[in-house]
């Protein structure tokens, strides 16, 4: 009970109060400066890749349709 008079009593200045913004905001000039990135020594493996050309024999499928007076096979 104590706690919500508390709020009551702190929201009621709040809701009378009229703001009006007189002078436009504007953010102050900042120089940055650069960082400094880490450096990495990386030993990676040696990959060779090779043009070997190599033929595969695809079968072939011959796909007949059924008619349409045929029954589906069971």
Same mark, same amino acid.
Do not use: H, K, W, Y
């Given at each position: 009970m104590r706690i919500a008079f508390a709020l009551a009593l702190l929201a009621v200045p709040l809701a009378a109060c009229d703001?009006?913004?007189t002078e436009e905001a504007?953010?102050?000039d900042v120089d940055v400066?650069?960082?400094?990135? =880490?450096?990495f020594d990386v030993d990676? !493996? /040696?990959?060779?890749?090779?043009s070997e050309t190599t033929e595969v024999e695809v =079968?072939?499928?011959d796909v007949e349709p !059924? /008619?349409?007076g045929d029954e589906a096979p069971e």
């Amino acid at each position: 009970m104590r706690i919500a008079f508390a709020l009551a009593l702190l929201a009621v200045p709040l809701a009378a109060c009229d703001v009006d913004q007189t002078e436009e905001a504007e953010l102050p000039d900042v120089d940055v400066e650069g960082g400094n990135m =880490p450096e990495f020594d990386v030993d990676t !493996a /040696d990959v060779e890749v090779g043009s070997e050309t190599t033929e595969v024999e695809v =079968p072939t499928i011959d796909v007949e349709p !059924a /008619d349409a007076g045929d029954e589906a096979p069971e």
